[in-house]
């Protein structure tokens, strides 16, 4: 069984970045596809941007894409979601998932971290 931790929410202005870490234990995840999606407070949870299993294929919520993007490195089974010129709407928790596939799909998400808080002050 694979175990998501995601880390590196927090307080941050408006403009700045923040950088969030997904840690991946127990069987390796680099063989998965792995997402971001965020829920903000009284919303439904939302695709963010996901990264197939070798690393080299991306994709982004269409409105995020030019502030946003994701990698992972492998070696250390972590992925990572770089978040740009912050702006409160970007205010949420944030959560990997392992995919069974890529592209993501609503039938493909096989397992989700606990969520890490971002809140974005103006």
């Known amino acids: 069984q694979v175990q998501l931790a995601e880390s590196g929410g927090g307080l941050a202005q408006a403009g700045a970045s923040l950088t969030l870490s997904c840690a991946a234990s127990?069987?390796?995840?680099?063989?998965?596809?792995m997402g971001w999606f965020r829920q903000a407070p009284g919303k439904e949870r939302v695709f963010v941007a996901a990264?197939?299993?070798?690393?080299?294929?991306?994709s982004y919520r269409e409105s995020l894409k030019d502030r946003f993007i994701t990698w992972r490195d492998r070696a250390t089974d972590t992925v990572y979601l770089r978040m740009n010129d912050l702006i409160v709407d970007d205010s949420a928790v944030y959560y990997c998932?392992?995919?069974?596939?890529?592209?993501?799909?609503?039938?493909?998400?096989?397992?989700w971290g606990k969520g890490t808080l971002v809140t974005v002050s103006s």
């Open positions: 998932a392992r995919s069974s596939r890529y592209p993501l799909s609503a039938t493909s998400i096989e397992q």
């Open positions: 127990g069987r390796p995840a680099s063989v998965y596809a």
């Open positions: 990264i197939n299993a070798d690393g080299k294929r991306t």
